[in-house]
């Protein structure tokens, strides 16, 4: 049996629609500065929605400065397009392992987002993370396409990175403009197709990044320009 907290409560009397989450009560915080997001409607069967946002204002316009936590519990399956596009006040967001797709732009210009666990997405939209400045920890290990334009464009804190076995995929721009990245560790197997000269994955990053991989692929990313034009020195996993 599924237990609903308090803030689930509060979210089911206001803001659910036909299973789908039009919005949440501002004005419910717990103690600690969490906003819990439910996945199920009150049957405890159902999984929920979350609305696709408008451009201007998202799903989530009026979340207030107390607000510093979101856990996002099981059942929802993603973040829609523009969901929390400019929340000020943000630092931290757990996604349930359900959650496989974060929109575009869902999370661009949050700039208190310090950490983020994402567990089970597998998939990033355009713009989804550009310009958290405050951004350092990212957690996302079964990441396997990271879509189209700066997904982490302009996120300048990130200095160190590994991406999963699972990835296959990095588009152009994902991490333009994080001059502080300097260390990225990719653990797949397979060499990752990433931006071309063009339009590169890894555009002003920091001078000096290093790659890690496994020592079987050394000599493919070597041999690969879009790589070795990325980073100063391309190494094996230790």
Not at 14 to 42: C, F
């Amino acid at each position: 049996t599924r237990v609903r907290s308090s803030a689930a409560s509060d979210v089911y009397k206001r803001q659910i629609e036909n299973n789908v989450i039009t919005g949440v009560a501002s004005n419910y915080v717990d103690e600690n500065g969490v906003l819990t997001i439910p996945g199920y409607a009150k049957d405890s069967q159902t999984p929920l929605t979350i609305a696709q946002g408008d451009y201007f204002d998202g799903t989530f316009p009026n979340l207030k400065s107390s607000t510093t936590k979101i856990v996002f519990q099981e059942g929802l399956t993603a973040i829609p397009d523009f969901a929390f596009k400019g929340n000020e006040y943000i630092q931290s967001i757990i996604l349930s392992n359900s959650i496989k797709t974060i929109g575009g732009e869902a999370f661009k210009d949050c700039t208190a987002l310090q950490n983020i666990d994402i567990p089970g997405v597998t998939t990033l939209e355009t713009y989804a993370f550009q310009h958290c400045t405050s951004l350092k920890t990212i957690n996302m290990p079964n990441i396997e396409r990271i879509e189209a334009e700066y997904a982490f464009g302009g996120c300048t804190l990130i200095e160190e990175l590994t991406l999963p076995t699972s990835i296959e995929y990095i588009g152009r721009y994902t991490f333009g403009n994080c001059p502080s990245l300097k260390k990225l560790t990719i653990l797949s197997d397979t060499v990752p197709w990433i931006g071309d000269d063009a339009t590169p994955s890894f555009v002003n990053i920091s001078s000096s990044a290093q790659l890690f991989v496994p020592a079987s692929l050394v000599d493919s990313y070597k041999n690969d320009s879009d790589w070795r034009n990325a980073f100063s020195e391309i190494l094996p996993i230790e």
